[in-house]
């Protein structure tokens, strides 16, 4: 059992699922994107997208 598990009496009691759904809903996001992060994704996919055009146009 974890130390969340043993502090809280009452997750002992529960169901497994609703256990489990009690802990999850507890914890924070494995992975949350900053804006940043968001706007790089995209300008470099608009880069790739615009150098895969630049090739496609110079095989033309």
Excluded at 3 to 19: G, K, W, Y
Excluded at 30 to 58: C, H, K, N, Q, Y
């Amino acid at each position: 059992m974890s130390v969340t598990e043993l502090s809280r009496p009452e997750l002992r009691t529960q169901p497994e699922a609703s256990r489990r759904a009690a802990l999850d809903a507890e914890r924070p996001a494995r992975w949350t994107a900053e804006p940043g992060v968001i706007a790089g994704v995209i300008t470099g996919s608009l880069a790739l997208v615009a150098a895969v055009a630049g090739v496609w146009s110079l095989l033309a």
